[in-house]
DNA sequence: CAGTGGATGCTCT
DNA sequence: GAGCATCCACTGT
C-alpha cells in the first residue's frame, strides 16, 4: 500500500522508526528501508538547525517532499521531509536491503557486492540514480514511490553516526538482524 | 574486522 | 577559509 502524504505531516520522531521495513524506490529501483535517522530543527547536528538557507529549503516543508543534499562535495543523501505543520524535520534514510533492479544497482555503483550496494545514504543515491534533481519532489508521486510495511518488524535503537554534535541523542533506528546496515548498532 | 586518513566541492561566515 | 548527516583503500590484528 502506498504511503500517503499524510503520512509525513507527523514529528520525524514518530516516523522515522515506522518507516523501518517500508519499501522506497526510485523509477522503479530500490528496497526495503532498514537504517534511517532522525533530525529535528532543535538539533544542533541538524541541517534545519540555524534557519532556512536556499539549498536547503526543502527541509523546512512541506513534508512528505524529499529534501537531497550533496555531502563532503562528492555524494548525495536522501532525507524524507517529515514534519507536523510549522516544523522543519527530516529522516535521513541511511541504507536499504536491496530488492528491485540490481542489476542497475551494480552498474551504478560498479562491481560491488549486494551487501554493499545500499549499506550508506550515499550509497543509496548512486544506487537509485538521485541527485538534486531529485531534491523536492512528492514522495507519493513517481519517480519516487514509497510501500508500507505489512508487519512491524524488530527494531535496533542507537546514536547517530558521522555527527559531531548532538552524539548522544538516540535517534537512529534500524531492522534487527539485517546484515545491508551501514554499521553496526 | 577495526581504525585511519585522503579525496572531494559546495555552503555559509 | 572552515567545516562538513561520506566513502574507499589501506593498514594492522
Not at 102 to 119: A, H
Request: aromatic content about 8%; charged content about 25%.
Amino acid at each position: 500500500m502506498q504511503l500517503r502524504r499524510e503520512f509525513f505531516a507527523r514529528s520525524v520522531h514518530e516516523v522515522a522508526p515506522e518507516l523501518i521495513g517500508a519499501t522506497l524506490l526510485f523509477d522503479g529501483v530500490g528496497g526495503v528501508i532498514v537504517e534511517v535517522e532522525a533530525y529535528d530543527q532543535d538539533d544542533p547536528a541538524s541541517h534545519a538547525f540555524g534557519g532556512l538557507t536556499p539549498t536547503r529549503a526543502s527541509m523546512f516543508g512541506p513534508p512528505g517532499h524529499a529534501y537531497v543534499y550533496r555531502s563532503y562535495g562528492v555524494h548525495w543523501c536522501l532525507n524524507l521531509v517529515c514534519a507536523p505543520a510549522g516544523r522543519a524535520e527530516a529522516a535521513l534514510i541511511r541504507a536499504l536491503a536491496p530488492t528491485h533492479g540490481l542489476d542497475l544497482m551494480r552498474e551504478r555503483r560498479g562491481l560491488d557486492r549486494e551487501r554493499s550496494l545500499c549499506s550508506g545514504p550515499g550509497k543509496i543515491c548512486q544506487a537509485l540514480g538521485i541527485t538534486r534533481a531529485g531534491d523536492g519532489l512528492p514522495l507519493d508521486e513517481p519517480p519516487f514511490e514509497l510501500l508500507a510495511r505489512e508487519e512491524e518488524p524488530p527494531l535496533l535503537v542507537g546514536r547517530r553516526i558521522g555527527i559531531t554534535r548532538a552524539v548522544e541523542k538516540p535517534w537512529r533506528y534500524g531492522l534487527a538482524g539485517s546484515p545491508f546496515l551501514s554499521r553496526r548498532f
